[in-house]
């Protein structure tokens, strides 16, 4: 959790009645990075749960945003827009409109991203210095 998080999450409250925020399984997070997290789901969890203006957490299980919404149905989800424009993008709306939901592209922070703090954290998970980097989503509801 990084203040590109924080940003996202406060940009979205002030645009919705009650904001519940997806918080990725450590399980989802390997499948869709080939990693762990560095900070665990449960921490994650009562990280984003300790913000006042979120009403509640639930655990994103897919990456596949249907799922969430046949969970918990929502109206609205919130990402960050360097999403917009993209192919992930593209296919996060057309599966949103499938259900009913669309989604709102909030101000992406591009100072702070979870790659640029694990090469500070665990350089070891970097042999490759010379791939580029890529901005990392922050979400709605998507918090690694």
Known sequence: FHQGHLNILRAARERCDRLVVGVTSDEALIRMKGRAPVI?????CDLVSSLRFVDAVVVDLDQDKRLAWRLQPF????????WKGTPK???LEAEMAEVGARVVYLPYTPSTSSTKLRRFIAPEDFTDEASAEKPEQATEGEQQ
Do not use: I, Y
């Open 89 to 91: 993008g593209a296919q």
């Open 40 to 44: 665990p789901l449960k921490e994650r």
């Open 75 to 82: 109206d609205v989800l919130f990402k960050g827009d360097d």
